[in-house]
């Protein structure tokens, strides 16, 4: 029966992320020389995970350090994006005022040539006769 299905409502998933295969029973150590043999396996392994868990904590650390420059770096880039100051507001600004001023000066052009175009008309003169 496994961990799981002795508690339903616990899961296992968050304490073992694969499931863990069976272990068979070692037999005790017949003699004290060999008992000594295992512990110093034991210790050897121990050890070998301390320094691993070790190494892991500080590669996690440095990971965690280059994350927090990175994202402190990528909110002072957001802040200067969206800034009124921006340089890209003023470029932006800069152009506006400038398609303004051209779109004015193509509207005026278009004008006056359609004023030269245009046939000048002269006043209709009033019929005298027609009383």
Sequence with gaps: MSN?????????S???PRP?????PVAL????????ELRDLLEANLTALQTLH???RQMLAMSLRTIDGACSELRSELCAIAS????????LSESRA?????LRELIAGAEAEL????????PAEPAHGAR
């Design 4 to 12: 799981s299905q002795r508690n339903p409502d616990r899961s296992s």
């Design 14 to 16: 968050s304490r073992h």
């Design 20 to 24: 863990r295969t069976p272990t068979r």
């Design 29 to 36: 150590p017949a003699s004290r020389a060999d008992l000594l």
């Design 54 to 56: 070790h190494e892991h």
């Design 84 to 91: 009124e100051r921006a340089p890209w507001v003023a470029a």
């Design 98 to 102: 400038l398609l303004f001023v051209a």
């Design 115 to 122: 004023t030269m175009r245009m046939p000048q008309q002269t």
